[in-house]
């Protein structure tokens, strides 16, 4: 057997030293992450039972999305450290007997397809190993957490270890381990460059060189900054974090805020805009929620817009399906932009058509004014942001490099559908003309006077 030297660097010893059961490392390419989980699952973990406990057998399962990412990297990493073991090609299972006295069952499998979380529910397993965990589906995590503790009968401890590069701060990832750690878990966030010495020459020199184009790509992948997990292709190709989000946060001009609305699903979502100087659009404050009716949601927007912005008036655009009429609880019919109505939104049927609506985001991308962004987004506005980043996305079909004609829906697609649904609008150069000075004041007492007044106002097409 071939002796080989592995030498953590500070931040994988620090995680190999840890004694938190649940643990996850978060680093660039390169940085060294892959061997320390192998270490940890092929070696420290066995021996610390072996030693503690006395369990000379245990078994681990070790998940990559795909089959093919699986074997083409975590399974040669293991067979590159540990190449001596007897590999159950069929079944995909390797096991390593150490000169210590103690043995290690490695399960290799993929998960990308939601009913694979099928091949978790019976599993007996010590602990499991998920490399580039940001890939894989939060229910799958929760089903090897029920069935991780349980290999060999009555296990004293349990184990879960994930390697990723850094997925986005709405992740579970960044919540459950490092926002608000749950019991049990920590995270370790690698500093760029920590495993350069034993990487070849100019390794990251390279790649930001590559990469010089997509400085979103080097933030995530060379410096180790928290980014998206892209599932497919991009809905947008000109959208670069370093011209289209400020620095600081954007501060509201007065006159006139458009909003747009996702208002027909279970899972409402608003944005509101400023136009400061025409050609400009900036992005206030996005608003959404994983599930809520479009009451509670209006009522929660209008509240805090009213707070921020107390003067301010509204033009107010939103997805024509909800403007479709069904059944009301105790008779009677009414649609989600009647409910709004009620809490003094009062919305305009925006473009049904996607490739305009997404045109005019795309457009709007592309423009500069005397050099600068002509949309310039609000740092607060992480979801937009992380969809422009790749959160938003076209699906692909399998593996076959072919994309759907539709993005995927997610938590992206509802709040980057709000900003569609306004910026089609502004780009066919309707402003609403104020004729009177009627404020948009929140709640029901505000509702009667503004549509009494509809009239006070109308379109002109003069140009944002």
């Given at each position: 057997?071939?002796?080989?030297?592995?030498?953590?660097?500070?931040?994988?010893?620090?995680?190999?030293?840890?004694?938190?059961?649940?643990?996850?490392?978060?680093?660039?390419?390169?940085?060294?992450?892959?061997?320390?989980?192998?270490?940890?699952?092929?070696?420290?973990?066995?021996?610390?039972?072996?030693?503690?406990?006395?369990?000379?057998?245990?078994?681990?399962?070790?998940?990559?999305?795909?089959?093919?990412?699986?074997?083409?990297?975590?399974?040669?990493?293991?067979?590159?450290?540990?190449?001596?073991?007897?590999?159950?090609?069929?079944?995909?299972?390797?096991l390593l007997k150490h000169p210590e006295g103690f043995e290690v069952e490695l399960l290799f499998r993929s998960c990308d397809r939601p009913e694979d979380v099928k091949k978790f529910k019976s599993l007996e397993i010590t602990g499991y190993w998920i490399d580039e965990s940001s890939e894989v589906k939060d229910q799958i995590k929760l089903m090897l957490k029920n069935r991780i503790g349980r290999f060999p009968r009555?296990?004293?401890?349990?184990?879960?270890?994930?390697?990723?590069?850094?997925?986005?701060t709405e992740s579970s990832t960044y919540r459950d381990f490092f926002q608000s750690p749950l019991d049990g878990h920590e995270g370790f966030q690698q500093p760029p460059r920590e495993n350069e010495a034993n990487l070849r020459d100019r390794y990251y020199d390279d790649l930001i060189q590559d990469y010089a184009h997509n400085p979103d790509w080097i933030s995530r992948y060379v410096l180790g900054k928290w980014g998206?997990?892209?599932?497919?292709?991009?809905?947008?190709?000109?959208?670069?974090?370093?011209?289209?989000?400020?620095?600081?946060?954007?501060?509201?001009?007065?006159?006139?805020?458009?909003?747009?609305?996702?208002?027909?699903?279970?899972?409402?979502?608003?944005?509101?805009?400023?136009?400061?100087?025409?050609?400009?659009?900036?992005?206030?404050?996005?608003?959404?929620?994983?599930?809520?009716?479009?009451?509670?949601?209006?009522?929660?927007?209008?509240?805090?817009?009213?707070?921020?912005?107390?003067?301010?008036?509204?033009?107010?655009?939103?997805?024509?399906?909800?403007?479709?009429?069904?059944?009301?609880?105790?008779?009677?019919?009414?649609?989600?932009?009647?409910?709004?109505?009620?809490?003094?939104?009062?919305?305009?049927?925006?473009?049904?058509?996607?490739?305009?609506?997404?045109?005019?985001?795309?457009?709007?991308?592309?423009?500069?004014?005397?050099?600068?962004?002509?949309?310039?987004?609000?740092?607060?506005?992480?979801?937009?942001?992380?969809?422009?980043?790749?959160?938003?996305?076209?699906?692909?079909?399998?593996?076959?490099?072919?994309?759907?004609?539709?993005?995927?829906?997610?938590?992206?697609?509802?709040?980057?559908?709000?900003?569609?649904?306004?910026?089609?609008?502004?780009?066919?150069?309707?402003?609403?003309?104020?004729?009177?000075?009627?404020?948009?004041?929140?709640?029901?007492?505000?509702?009667?006077?503004?549509?009494?007044?509809?009239?006070?106002?109308?379109?002109?097409?003069?140009?944002?």
């Amino acid at each position: 057997m071939e002796t080989k030297i592995y030498d953590p660097i500070p931040t994988l010893l620090r995680f190999h030293e840890s004694g938190s059961p649940i643990r996850v490392v978060i680093g660039p390419v390169g940085s060294g992450k892959t061997t320390a989980a192998t270490w940890e699952v092929c070696y420290y973990l066995p021996k610390f039972m072996f030693d503690q406990y006395g369990i000379k057998k245990t078994r681990w399962v070790i998940i990559r999305n795909t089959y093919s990412e699986l074997t083409d990297t975590t399974q040669r990493t293991i067979f590159e450290w540990f190449d001596w073991g007897k590999h159950l090609k069929q079944r995909e299972i390797y096991l390593l007997k150490h000169p210590e006295g103690f043995e290690v069952e490695l399960l290799f499998r993929s998960c990308d397809r939601p009913e694979d979380v099928k091949k978790f529910k019976s599993l007996e397993i010590t602990g499991y190993w998920i490399d580039e965990s940001s890939e894989v589906k939060d229910q799958i995590k929760l089903m090897l957490k029920n069935r991780i503790g349980r290999f060999p009968r009555k296990c004293p401890v349990r184990f879960g270890i994930e390697t990723t590069n850094p997925p986005d701060t709405e992740s579970s990832t960044y919540r459950d381990f490092f926002q608000s750690p749950l019991d049990g878990h920590e995270g370790f966030q690698q500093p760029p460059r920590e495993n350069e010495a034993n990487l070849r020459d100019r390794y990251y020199d390279d790649l930001i060189q590559d990469y010089a184009h997509n400085p979103d790509w080097i933030s995530r992948y060379v410096l180790g900054k928290w980014g998206v997990t892209v599932q497919g292709k991009p809905v947008y190709n000109n959208f670069k974090t370093v011209l289209h989000v400020a620095r600081q946060s954007l501060i509201y001009s007065g006159g006139m805020l458009y909003t747009g609305w996702d208002n027909s699903g279970n899972c409402p979502a608003c944005v509101i805009i400023q136009v400061p100087t025409a050609g400009l659009i900036q992005i206030l404050a996005e608003y959404h929620t994983e599930r809520m009716g479009i009451v509670d949601f209006g009522e929660m927007v209008v509240s805090d817009r009213n707070r921020r912005w107390p003067n301010a008036e509204y033009v107010e655009w939103g997805d024509p399906a909800g403007f479709a009429k069904f059944s009301r609880t105790g008779g009677g019919l009414t649609s989600n932009s009647e409910l709004l109505q009620e809490v003094g939104v009062i919305l305009k049927p925006s473009d049904q058509n996607w490739e305009a609506r997404r045109e005019s985001v795309e457009t709007q991308l592309g423009k500069l004014l005397g050099g600068e962004p002509a949309m310039v987004i609000d740092p607060s506005c992480t979801r937009l942001i992380n969809g422009f980043l790749g959160g938003y996305s076209y699906p692909e079909q399998g593996t076959t490099g072919i994309y759907g004609l539709k993005p995927i829906k997610n938590k992206y697609s509802h709040i980057h559908e709000s900003l569609q649904y306004v910026c089609v609008m502004l780009n066919r150069n309707v402003r609403i003309e104020k004729r009177s000075k009627l404020k948009h004041g929140a709640g029901i007492q505000n509702w009667n006077r503004r549509t009494e007044s509809k009239q006070d106002y109308r379109e002109v097409y003069v140009g944002y």
